[in-house]
């Protein structure tokens, strides 16, 4: 089965400008809090609102992956990832509230991630996108200084398997089940698009073909379509998640 591979037009987007001004609102709002706080009780250090600002900075760091991942696996470069890392750290460098703050990290490199970046979508039924790095946030604060490492795993995966049975002539019923994960737990998709390979040619199924999608709301699907072909059927499945990250799966099914 010669391999799918769909070509995307990168668009670098404003998510991270997005990402930048939540974290600030978080942060400016922990700060009201916090200056309210020592109003009422002046030598109340416990006050200091440190682990809601490590949660904001996590979920920043998680938000800007997340991004990321959605751009390059659109055909976006896997540089956007440490470009948009290193704006975060500069954004977070800048914020002075309830102290100064600076946020190092390091791309995972090794013989799954290049950059920082997995996309492995083949032929066996299964498909990754994903982006890993490593943090460190030091935190130089009123009442304390703390050092927080960390880890950050943006993944969307999907498999597929399935079969077909024969009913009239050459025609087929495809029986399809494929399963959606952001980061191992159940996810939902956002559109999902099929393809069959004829003669060495990509075709889009639709509802001339019968296309049937249940889904089972816990990121499971069952996919059915009919095609006229005089052999197995190759596959390939297209799945955009709730998250905007692109995913594709191939595998062929044959008759059982």
Known sequence: MR???RKFRANSSGQLLIVAALMIAILISSTTIY???LSRETNNVDSYPVSDVILA???SSKNT???SLANISKGGEKATLEVNLNNLSHVLGNLH???MYNLCFTV???SRYDSGVCLSWNTSGSGVSSTCANFTLNVQGIAANIAVNYAVNATTSVTINGSYTRLEGEEKLVNLTCQVLNEEEPALFKNITLYYENYGSWIQVNSSNNLSIVDYGNGTYLLSFTVSL???VPVSTHVYDLRDVFVQANTTC???
Do not use: A, P, W
Request: glycine share 8%.
């Open 97 to 99: 509230q309830l102290g």
């Open 65 to 67: 992956m997340i991004s």
């Open 3 to 5: 391999q799918f591979r």
């Open 35 to 37: 200056v309210y706080e």
């Open 108 to 110: 995972v490199n090794d």
């Open 230 to 232: 005089s052999s197995d």
């Open 254 to 256: 044959i008759e059982g």
């Open 57 to 59: 900075v996590k979920q």
